[in-house]
C-alpha cells in the first residue's frame, strides 16, 4: 500500500486532485442532482409490469384520494374491457405550480406546432398572447393555438379550486370534447340527467359549480373551515371551540396558529375570499340597518363593499399574526393540529374531518375537531376537466364519467368499507350530485348528516365584490403577511405584551397602501399584466413599506405608545 502511494502516478493524481478539488466538488454535486432521483427511486414501481393503455392524470389531490380513485378505475375498466390500465399521477404540487406546469408544456408544444407545422416565426408577442385569453380575438398566435390540438402530454387535470380551473378553461388548456364521444359536452349528451338542478347545477349561491361550455365540471362539493385541537386550547385557557373566522385573531392563539401559503394553494385564497366577503356582507348589513344619509342602495353597498375589504385584511392580518408558519403545503395543518404542534389552522374540510377521524376513539370522542363557520364560508366544487390535446380523449373521457356518475360519487362519500365505498380509507367528501342524497345513500356516507345543498343558502358568494380580485388576495396575503411574517409576528407579541397599546395597533394595522380602489385597481392590473418584473416591483415596494410598519409598530407599543 506505502509503495503505491508513493507510485509516480498516484502522487500526479493526488496533486492534481489537490488543485482542482473545488470544481470536482462541484461536479460531484452536479452528478449527485443528476442521477439521486434515480437512487432514491422507490424498488418497486407503481406501473403494472404490462398495461394496454396510460391515462395520465394532473393532481393536486391527496395520495388517499389518488390511490382510491386509481385503484378503483383501473378494476372497473379492467372488469369492462380486460384492459389493464396504468394510471399516471403527475403531482407537481398544488394548484399553483400545476397552473405553471400546463402553461410551461402547452407553451412549449404550441411553439413547436407553431414553427414546425405552420412555417411561422416564433416571438415573445407569439409566447405571450398564445394562451391569452385577453389577446385580440383576432390575434394570429391565439386563434391557432384554439384552433390546434397540441397537449401537454397529460389527459386531465382533477382538482383544485373552480378560480383556477376557470383560469385554464379560458386560456384554452381545456375543452370540451366533440360534443359526442369525449369530454364533458359528450356526457352532458349521454347523461343529461346528471347536470341540472337535480343534478349539478351550473350554480348554487353565486358559486360555479360547473362550465357552461362543458369544459369543466364539479367532481365534488368543497368548503373550508378551521380545524382545531380541544387538548391544545384547553391548554391555553381557550374553553370554547373555535366557531368564526374572528376566533382565530384572538391573542390567546398567538403562535398557535398554522398557516398554508396562499401563494402555493388555491384553496387557501378561497378560504381567505370568503372570509373577506363575510366582512363585507356584514358591513353592507351594518349600512342597511343605519343608512347614511343620501346615499343609493348602491352606493350603501359600495360602501360596505370598500369597508368589508378593509375589515377582512385586518382580520387576515390579525390571523397572520398569532401564526406560527406559513407551510407551503396545505396538507401538513391538520398534521400539525392533531400532534398539538398547533391549537388551530385553517384548511378545506376533507383535510379536516380526515384528521378528526383518524384519532377518533373507541367512544367516538376526538381530540381534533372541524367546524366550516356558517356565514362565513360558501359551498364550492373541486373540479375536473379534459385537457386540450389530450393523448388518450376515449379514456380521459371514461374517467371523468367514471368520477362524475355513482361509483365516483360513493367514493367520496361512503364510509369506508359501504358496498361502493373507499377501500381504505374514508375520503370525507360531499358528492356534487343533488340527486344522489337520498335516504340510502345519505346513510352510507360518512358525513350524510351534513345537507350541503341546504346549508349553501346561508352564504351567497358575490363575484362581482372579489373575483376580479382573487389574483391580488393570493399577492397581498403572500407580501403582507407571508414574506413579512417575521416582523409581523415580533410586533404582534410586543403589542400583546405590552397590553395593546391603541396607537401600536392602529399603525400595525395600517392598510391604507391595499385599500379596495387599490387591489381592484392599480394592484390587480399589475398583476394581470404577466409582467414579472413590474409584478417583483411592487412586492418589493409593498413588502419594504409593511415591514417599516410592523418594525415601528412593535417600537411604539414596547414604549408603550
Known amino acids: 500500500m506505502k509503495a503505491l502511494l508513493q507510485h509516480p502516478h498516484t502522487r500526479a493524481f493526488v496533486d492534481w486532485l489537490h488543485h482542482w478539488r473545488k470544481e470536482v466538488a462541484v461536479v460531484l454535486a452536479m452528478l449527485l442532482t443528476l442521477t439521486g432521483p434515480f437512487l432514491l427511486k422507490p424498488a418497486q414501481s407503481t406501473a403494472p409490469a404490462h398495461y394496454d393503455r396510460r391515462l395520465v392524470i394532473i393532481s393536486p389531490h391527496h395520495d388517499r384520494i389518488r390511490e382510491e380513485f386509481g385503484q378503483a378505475f383501473a378494476a372497473h375498466w379492467k372488469k369492462n374491457t380486460g384492459q389493464t390500465l396504468f394510471i399516471d399521477w403527475r403531482v407537481p404540487g398544488g394548484t399553483s405550480e400545476i397552473a405553471m406546469l400546463i402553461k410551461s408544456e402547452a407553451t412549449a408544444a404550441f411553439q413547436q406546432h407553431w414553427q414546425r407545422d405552420l412555417k411561422k416565426a416564433w416571438s415573445p408577442s407569439v409566447a405571450q398572447n398564445c394562451l391569452n385569453a385577453k389577446a385580440p380575438p383576432d390575434d394570429e398566435a391565439r386563434k391557432a393555438y384554439l384552433a390546434s390540438n397540441v397537449g401537454t402530454g397529460m389527459d386531465v387535470f382533477f382538482g383544485g379550486g373552480a378560480y383556477d380551473i376557470e383560469q385554464q378553461a379560458k386560456a384554452g388548456t381545456l375543452v370540451a370534447g366533440d360534443g359526442e364521444k369525449t369530454g364533458i359536452s359528450g356526457l352532458m349528451k349521454k347523461h343529461p340527467d346528471w347536470f341540472g338542478e337535480k343534478g349539478i347545477p351550473e350554480k348554487l349561491s353565486g358559486e360555479p359549480f360547473r362550465d357552461s361550455q362543458g369544459r369543466w365540471c364539479g367532481a365534488c362539493l368543497s368548503s373550508s373551515g378551521i380545524v382545531f385541537n380541544r387538548d391544545v386550547l384547553r391548554r391555553l385557557g381557550i374553553t370554547a371551540d373555535p366557531d368564526s373566522w374572528d376566533d382565530l385573531a384572538d391573542t390567546r392563539y398567538y403562535g398557535q396558529i398554522a398557516l398554508s401559503d396562499p401563494g402555493k394553494s388555491g384553496s387557501v385564497t378561497k378560504a381567505l375570499e370568503m372570509l373577506i366577503q363575510q366582512q363585507m356582507q356584514i358591513a353592507i348589513d351594518r349600512l342597511k340597518a343605519n343608512p347614511p344619509p343620501k346615499l343609493t342602495p348602491e352606493q350603501i353597498e359600495a360602501q360596505g363593499v370598500a369597508e368589508g375589504w378593509n375589515e ?250
Open 312 to 561: 377582512g385584511l385586518r382580520l387576515i392580518l390579525r390571523i397572520s399574526a398569532n401564526a406560527r408558519y406559513f407551510t407551503d403545503f396545505s396538507t401538513k395543518i391538520p398534521l400539525e393540529v392533531a400532534k398539538g404542534d398547533a391549537a388551530a389552522g385553517m384548511c378545506i374540510d376533507f383535510y379536516g374531518r380526515s384528521a378528526e377521524e383518524d384519532v377518533r376513539k373507541a367512544d367516538g370522542t376526538s381530540r381534533v375537531g372541524f367546524i366550516a363557520p356558517l356565514g362565513g364560508t360558501s359551498i364550492s366544487v373541486d373540479p375536473i376537466g379534459l385537457l386540450r390535446g389530450a393523448p388518450d380523449p376515449e379514456l380521459a373521457t371514461a374517467f371523468i364519467e367514471f368520477v362524475l356518475g355513482e361509483p365516483g360519487q360513493k367514493l367520496w362519500s361512503f364510509r369506508s368499507g359501504e358496498p361502493g365505498g373507499p377501500k381504505q380509507h374514508a375520503l370525507r367528501r360531499l358528492s356534487a350530485r343533488r340527486d344522489l342524497y337520498t335516504p340510502e345513500n345519505t346513510a352510507r356516507m360518512s358525513d350524510g348528516k351534513e345537507e350541503p345543498f341546504e346549508k349553501a343558502k346561508a352564504f351567497t358568494y358575490h363575484p362581482e365584490r372579489t373575483a376580479s380580485a382573487f389574483s391580488a388576495i393570493r399577492f397581498l396575503v403572500r407580501v403582507i403577511c407571508v414574506d413579512s411574517h417575521d416582523e409581523l409576528h415580533a410586533a404582534w407579541k410586543d403589542i400583546i405584551d405590552n397590553g395593546m397599546p391603541e396607537r401600536a395597533v392602529k399603525v400595525l394595522e395600517d392598510l391604507t397602501r391595499v385599500k379596495y380602489e387599490a387591489a381592484t385597481g392599480n394592484i390587480s392590473k399589475i398583476l394581470s399584466a404577466r409582467d414579472k418584473a413590474q409584478e417583483t416591483r411592487l412586492a418589493r415596494e409593498l413588502g419594504d413599506a409593511f415591514r417599516t410598519q410592523f418594525i415601528r409598530a412593535g417600537t411604539m407599543a414596547r414604549r408603550g405608545m
